[in-house]
């Protein structure tokens, strides 16, 4: 069975100050690994898939990486608008039938709050 | 923004009762999902669909049916609503951006099963 750990559950920083979300997971056979941002009362936004080991994405202050057991969401100089729950996700390979429904498995995110 | 609108986007009932959500999409995406989130458990896939009127079970579909007569168009029917489907329900599509392949989620219907 696919699961996914995120740590911490919740996560406070002061305006500028960098850190790093963590993604632990354990899937049979890797597709892609998703991060998502979701704001209150809207559904996840899409921030970056990484597909392989030694991966890197980068979206104006998030950076993204990847190895074969974790995936970091960087996180640098932010700022509030940056408060928000941050989702990691796991998508295994295409079934044994060939029908790829591309199942993600989440994990139960990371809040972070930004203070000015 | 992948063109996906859901409705209603809230919604009380009563136990017992049958409700159905709709997601509808603009853009042709053969895949379709239904998720549910709730605190604790994170989302969860519930339904999927690869193509009009093929559909096949999540990890939480008991209580739950869908349908897909039309590209556009993925419901999802509660039967008979029960309190422990009390959640918020996304839809979400499966589609590739460039060399990004990734699931795009609707804005999410809140549903309170009385």
């Known amino acids: 069975e696919d699961q996914v750990t995120q740590s911490p559950e919740a996560l406070r920083l002061q305006e500028g100050e960098s850190s790093s979300l963590n993604c632990s997971y354990t899937?049979?056979?890797?597709?892609?690994l998703f991060w998502y941002r979701q704001d209150p009362g809207k559904g996840p936004e899409f921030l970056f898939t990484?597909?392989?080991a030694g991966e890197e994405k980068e979206k104006e202050r998030l950076k993204a990486t990847l190895t074969k057991k974790e995936s970091f969401l960087h996180i640098t100089a932010p700022k509030p608008e940056d408060s928000a729950t941050y989702l990691c996700?796991?998508?295994?390979?295409?079934?044994?039938?060939?029908?790829?429904?591309?199942?993600?498995?989440f994990g139960q995110g990371t809040i972070l709050t930004v203070h000015p | 923004d992948a063109g996906i609108t859901q409705s209603p986007r809230h919604k009380v009932t009563e136990t017992g009762t049958p409700v159905t959500l709709r997601c509808h999409q603009t853009?042709?995406?053969?895949?379709m999902y239904w998720y549910r989130q709730d605190p604790g458990h994170g989302l969860r896939l519930i339904h999927y669909?690869?193509?009009?009127?093929?559909?096949d079970k999540g990890e939480v579909s008991d209580g739950y049916s869908v349908s897909r007569s039309k590209t556009e168009d993925f419901l999802l029917t509660l039967e008979s609503a029960t309190s422990s489907q009390t959640s918020v329900y996304f839809c979400?599509?499966?589609?590739?951006?460039?060399?990004?392949?990734?699931?795009?989620f609707g804005p999410g219907t809140r549903l309170l099963v009385l």
């Open positions: 979400a599509i499966s589609a590739w951006r460039g060399t990004q392949e990734t699931q795009y």
């Open positions: 899937v049979s056979g890797l597709r892609g």
């Open positions: 990484l597909y392989s």
């Open positions: 996700a796991v998508q295994a390979p295409k079934n044994a039938g060939g029908t790829s429904y591309g199942k993600l498995t």
């Open positions: 853009e042709n995406h053969r895949y």
């Open positions: 669909s690869y193509g009009v009127k093929d559909t």
